[in-house]
């Protein structure tokens, strides 16, 4: 246990020059201030006062298509009878107004709410995941209410987001109990109250109420902004857009505090300029390894440049429209023809562009408002996705569609996506810059005909109960790739972090033969300095998967996760047989079939298998697939 302890150590030291020192110094010292009491000094408790609505009746809309009306209504009408969507999946029975500081999901209440948040911790046994305390106070619920008034006028909507809004502000003072603990929860609350005003025609006269409460959210953000820039990842994107946004729209409506609001827009623009350059790398990648967290980067983009418009903003410098043009592509490149994505990296329930009736993992609506915004052009034929256009006032007539052109290779944090027939496949591959939170390397996602056949296992809480049986599916037991000794791939210091950040040996040329055919070959060395390779071949609709392992360990598995149904293992020929097709492997592999899960949605866990071939280190194993239907 010691020897173990004093590795963690010298891990950690070894990782400072990756995360950089200064970021480093940045969070010792920001938990310093927080045990310190500085913090809480620095964040007086407020009181708002409240005399009036938050948002005022409007013109209700006749124009709004018939299609998507019974969706929406049907959400409204369930939130008006207290049941609220958790994470865009969950309709969680709650009471009305909301218990903002219980969650649901095990009963349990935070027993802080009276405390200055800087005293609250963000992981309780007793709680559970703090996540499913602040999902209701994110207020995407404000969205549905403000789009069912305005295309029915029926005021029992808006009387319930006042309702709520007006209850949410009393329980929750400034700077008072967990729901503002979190810089980018609180961004995220001003871009859907900013939002709600749009639609319901208020954002250029809003009541005094909702600038006071956009200010003091600004405040809070601004303040603290140096941490999520510490973190060099979507919290530091999320909060400086807050500041752009919310500044900018504050001095267009409210004069009183010209100068504070200015200070919270040039902030903004400035740490939008610099983050954006930093966190996007040259082939359009996130710096996240997170195809949700990408999401939530290109909707944020997708609102800064909304509001731009809206507000008449000059635009941000530095090659900003050239940066979104990339990030756009690189999600186009991996979106199936379902919409959905590959489930890779962490995925925390987060969906930021909510003006739409959509699956959350059905990524169309975020992907058409970006491409009309950036490309000025139609990604998509016309949908229930396009209701991010309707509202925003955009005419899906003044643009043409165009195909997607989809592109391959992704060095720049090592992802390659490769296409057959009617199949396609994405692989991940070590490149790290940022941070790794999953051992995930050389994991192959295989689609066919909008199925994920055999994908990643998602991510399902962060900070799951006590007594919660999930596996943890950020391990390498739960993606299709490989283990030694059933040993992790880089090993775990913490929830968000991992040690012994793996590089790639080899990287050979990625081959194309036409349209349908190809290959690619790498290899890497684990922290337990076992060495893989992996060759993937593929013909049309046929995927050769050909893993060779070397080193010290005994013990190799292979696995893959899948579903979809009966399935047949045949140990005398070493094949599994499925609806979809069959997957063929070598002999002097022994082959078992496992129960497994999965979670497609935060705090949702989904039945599965998987098939895991096991043989000795120093040889090989070949994995034919063949999708037949």
């Not at 027939?421 to 940022?434: G, K």
């Not at 992790?488 to 012994?500: D, I, N, S, T, V």
């Not at 979809?580 to 935060?602: C, M, Q, T």
């Amino acid at each position: 246990m010691i020897i173990y302890r004093i590795k963690r150590i010298f891990w950690f030291i070894e990782l400072i020059p990756k995360l950089g020192v200064i970021n480093v110094f940045h969070v010792l010292y920001y938990r310093m201030l927080l045990r310190s009491g500085l913090l809480a000094r620095k964040y007086p408790v407020i009181h708002t006062e409240i005399n009036t609505l938050i948002y005022h009746s409007c013109q209700w809309r006749s124009d709004y298509p018939t299609d998507w009306k019974q969706d929406l209504i049907k959400q409204a009408d369930r939130i008006n009878r207290g049941f609220l969507p958790y994470y865009s999946c969950h309709w969680v029975n709650q009471s009305a107004p909301p218990d903002w500081f219980i969650n649901p999901f095990n009963g349990s209440k935070c027993r802080q709410t009276e405390l200055h948040w800087t005293k609250i911790s963000d992981f309780s046994n007793d709680l559970g995941d703090i996540k499913n305390v602040w999902e209701a106070s994110r207020f995407t619920w404000i969205g549905i209410l403000a789009r069912a008034f305005v295309i029915s006028g029926e005021h029992k909507y808006l009387d319930t987001i006042n309702e709520w809004l007006i209850d949410w502000l009393k329980q929750n003072p400034v700077n008072q109990g967990p729901n503002w603990k979190c810089g980018q929860e609180a961004s995220i609350r001003v871009v859907n109250l900013l939002s709600a005003a749009y639609i319901l025609d208020q954002s250029e006269k809003p009541t005094d109420i909702l600038a006071k409460v956009i200010r003091h959210h600004l405040r809070r953000i601004s303040s603290n902004i140096g941490y999520a820039v510490s973190q060099k990842n979507n919290h530091a994107t999320s909060e400086a857009a807050a500041l752009f946004i919310g500044g900018n729209w504050l001095m267009v409506v409210d004069d009183s505090n010209a100068k504070e609001n200015r200070s919270y827009a040039e902030k903004g623009r400035k740490l939008l300029e610099s983050m954006v350059r930093k966190l996007v790398y040259s082939d359009g990648s996130f710096a996240q390894h997170s195809v949700n967290y990408h999401r939530l980067f290109l909707d944020t983009l997708s609102y800064i440049i909304l509001w731009m418009d809206k507000l008449n903003l000059q635009p941000l410098s530095n090659g900003f429209n050239e940066i979104a043009k990339k990030s756009l592509s690189w999600l186009l490149s991996i979106a199936d023809e379902s919409g959905r994505c590959p489930n890779i990296g962490s995925n925390d329930g987060t969906l930021l562009q909510t003006n739409h009736s959509c699956d959350y993992r059905d990524y169309r609506p975020s992907l058409q408002l970006a491409t009309v915004l950036i490309n000025n052009e139609l990604t998509f034929e016309s949908g229930p996705w396009d209701e991010a256009l309707y509202w925003f006032g955009i005419s899906r007539n003044n643009f043409s569609l165009s195909p997607v052109k989809k592109k391959s290779l992704f060095h720049s944090a090592g992802y390659i996506v490769m296409k057959g027939e009617n199949s396609w496949a994405m692989l991940r591959y070590p490149y790290y810059r940022f941070r790794p939170s999953h051992n995930d390397v050389f994991h192959f996602d295989l689609w066919s005909k909008g199925r994920n056949l055999l994908f990643d296992s998602g991510s399902f809480s962060y900070n799951p109960d006590k007594d919660c049986e999930a596996p943890d599916l950020k391990s390498v037991h739960a993606h299709n790739t490989v283990s030694f000794d059933n040993t992790e791939q880089m090993p775990r210091l913490g929830r968000f972090l991992l040690a012994k950040w793996i590089k790639p040996l080899t990287l050979d040329n990625f081959e194309l033969v036409g349209d349908m055919a190809g290959s690619w070959k790498g290899s890497y060395r684990d922290a337990s300095r076992n060495i893989h390779h992996r060759e993937i071949r593929w013909d049309r609709n046929m995927w050769e998967i050909r893993d060779k392992f070397s080193g010290k360990s005994k013990l190799v598995s292979v696995g893959y996760n899948f579903s979809g149904g009966k399935y047949s293992l045949d140990n005398n020929n070493n094949s599994l047989q499925l609806s979809w097709g069959e997957i063929l492997v070598s002999a002097n592999a022994n082959l078992k079939v496992r129960n497994h899960s999965f979670s497609d949605y935060y705090m949702k866990l989904s039945r599965a298998y998987r098939l895991v071939a096991q043989t000795d280190n120093n040889s090989e194993v070949v994995t034919k697939i063949n999708i037949f239907k």
